[in-house]
């Protein structure tokens, strides 16, 4: 630190020594040193008058004078109020400081988002089926007698319908990307099994393929 | 310490011993004893009439109840100014530090003889302390107005003696700069220090 005196060290001294020399808590020694100092420092001289002034003014009673009687019946009758009243501080206390309110708010918005959400999701998982299958989950079997048949591009729809009707098929799926059709037997009983074979047979498919069951 | 403060001690002791055997007119005696250096040293806290008495209550009550624990490891004054001292801090926090315009005070709580001389001290002294933060004008008050040490300051405010000389030095400069008319015009800027 720079003292504000800005002479020789013996003005940094003075200044140190001024509080307690005023006080009386000062040697006998510093005192006597800081009168010889401020016989020959206009500077230091002006500091420790304001120094004096400043003791004098801090010194003054207290301009907000309360009357002790009154506040002393007021502690006394303190001293006879039940156990659970004398607390030191009844004053209100504040507990709830703002950021203790702003994280008990960040908490339950959270609460309440996670809420709707479980809500929303359990509600969407039990009115549609999932739109996709995983490796782990067993396939949709798949209906007996079932058969992949594909067509050839320039098979009239009369002569396809009219294969469906002689074999006694019925299509139950497509055609999907490629132009596969699955078909079943129309009925359970009317599945010889030379269906697959007469499907082959026909000029205008290209493919009939057993749905091979899951392994 | 001098002579008068060690006597003044031994008495502030006995008081705390009769206190704890429930003498409530030790307390009294103490209360009427330190009413009027705790009303000025908390009036530099805060300008409320009732935070300033509730906060003496406080003290005191504390003390009434704590005398027994009183080790003498500082002087009495010591431990009840640091008392005082977390009080007005509580105070402060609870009923914030806004000052009560002297227009607003009750008639009989302005002091009814108040001699021309004393008036212009305090206006001086006022206008310096208001530069100040509430830190540096409670070690001043400390230092110049109830006389104590770096010592019993620092034990007071429960800082370290490094800590009470920096707000004290740092005070003094405010106040230099502020009040110029005993100090001259040399006023220095406090960034270099």
Known sequence: MTFPINTGRDCACAWEAMPWVLQGSASQEQSEWLAQHLAHCSSCQAEFAQQQRLQLAMSLPSDIPLDAEVGLRRLLGRLDTPELQQAPAPRRVRTSHWLTRALVAAVLVQAIGIGVLGVKLRSSGDSQPASYRTLSQQAAPSAPGAIHVVPDANMKLAEWDTLLHKLNLQVIQGPNDVGAYTVVPASVASAPPQTLAQLRATPGIRLAEPVAATP | ?193
């Open chain 2, 1 to 193: 310490m001098n002579d008068t403060d060690i006597n003044a001690d031994a008495a502030d002791r006995l008081l705390l011993q009769r206190m704890v055997a429930g003498d409530r007119a030790a307390l009294a005696v103490l209360y009427r004893s330190y009413h009027g250096r705790l009303c000025r040293f908390l009036s530099r806290l805060t300008r409320r009439p009732d935070v300033i008495e509730e906060v003496i209550n406080d003290c005191l009550w504390i003390a009434w109840q704590k005398a027994g624990s009183f080790h003498g490891d500082s002087r009495v004054s010591t431990w009840i100014m640091g008392i005082a001292y977390r009080c007005g801090l509580k105070a402060l926090r609870q009923h914030g530090d806004e000052p009560v315009e002297d227009d607003n005070l009750p008639d009989a709580l302005v002091p009814s003889h108040d001699p021309g001389e004393d008036r212009e001290l305090r206006d001086w002294l006022g206008k310096g302390m208001d530069r100040l933060s509430v830190d540096q004008r409670v070690v001043v008050e400390l230092v110049y107005g109830v006389g104590h040490s770096l010592d019993d300051v620092a034990v007071i405010m429960q800082c370290p003696v490094g800590t009470v000389k920096a707000r004290l030095f740092h005070a003094r400069v405010k106040l230099r700069n502020v009040l110029p008319s005993l100090a001259g015009n040399t006023s220095i800027k406090e960034g270099t220090l």
